[in-house]
């Protein structure tokens, strides 16, 4: 049988998602808990792989798995893992069903904050300027990337991407706690590597009137690489959303 399953990490003690031959991935400890509570080798398949430091607060993985689960299988599996990683549930899938390629929404939050905040050091980025951004010019370079479907001037240089198409489908900016946070939304039915990092710096080089939109549109009308490149922190990153044809929630 396949199954899917969503779960949650807070992705600052790991080294991304996957497996690192000598580094602890999100991937690793969570194969190797349920692996000991089913009482078989288990390698499962996240919906994608993110980076050192990037958090999810939803992501789906899939797995194989032949006999019955334990008794509150759920429960102690929660217990066994770290208490930076959670699962929400579990489902029954088609046998073909996979966790990476049959996902055509995926969603990100990128989480800035104006103010230093102890409590988060982790989670979100600290932008001490928010004075000096403008955050009008900030949306609508955030706007002008809903008019392209390839994006090449936003990928990582080292990145294996055979395509650079992505369907675009959000880009905002969202002012919060009275103008003490700003949150960026992102929808696409797929990403490149360093995607969405790429674009939070583009945002703020323009809100700080270190590029302008004409650079941007240039940029992205030759799919090049922006002159003044800025790839954000990975802490305040966040996968929010995926989702399949074959699963409906609410």
């Known amino acids: 049988m396949r199954y899917f399953a969503a779960l949650a990490y807070n992705g600052t003690k790991y080294s991304g998602w996957q497996r690192q031959p000598n580094a602890i991935s999100v991937q690793q400890v969570i194969e190797e808990a349920m692996s000991l509570i089913l009482r078989t080798e288990l390698s499962v398949m996240g919906c994608g792989r993110t980076d050192t430091g990037v958090h999810a607060s939803y992501f789906i993985i899939h797995f194989d798995f032949e006999g019955d689960f334990?008794?509150?299988?759920?429960?102690?599996?929660?217990?066994?893992?770290?208490?930076?990683?959670?699962?929400?549930?579990?489902?029954?899938?088609?046998?073909?069903?996979?966790?990476?390629?049959?996902?055509?929404?995926?969603?990100?939050?990128?989480?800035?904050?104006?103010?230093?905040?102890?409590?988060?050091?982790?989670?979100t980025f600290h932008f001490p300027f928010a004075d000096k951004l403008d955050i009008d010019k900030m949306q609508a370079a955030a706007q002008l990337l809903l008019e392209y479907d390839e994006f090449a001037t936003f990928c990582k240089t080292n990145s294996d991407a055979k395509t650079m198409f992505c369907q675009m489908k959000r880009a905002e900016w969202e002012l919060r706690n009275n103008g003490k946070k700003l949150v960026f939304h992102i929808s696409a039915n797929r990403f490149l590597r360093g995607m969405v990092r790429l674009i939070v710096g583009m945002c703020l080089n323009v809100g700080l009137g270190k590029i302008n939109i004409k650079d941007v549109q240039n940029a992205l009308d030759q799919q090049k690489p922006l002159k003044k490149n800025l790839s954000v922190a990975a802490k305040g990153l966040y996968l929010t959303e995926v989702k399949y044809p074959f699963i409906e929630e609410d």
């Open 70 to 123: 334990p008794k509150a299988f759920m429960s102690r599996l929660n217990k066994y893992l770290p208490a930076d990683i959670v699962f929400y549930w579990i489902k029954a899938v088609h046998k073909e069903a996979h966790a990476r390629f049959d996902a055509y929404h995926r969603s990100y939050e990128y989480h800035l904050d104006f103010y230093k905040n102890p409590f988060q050091e982790n989670t």
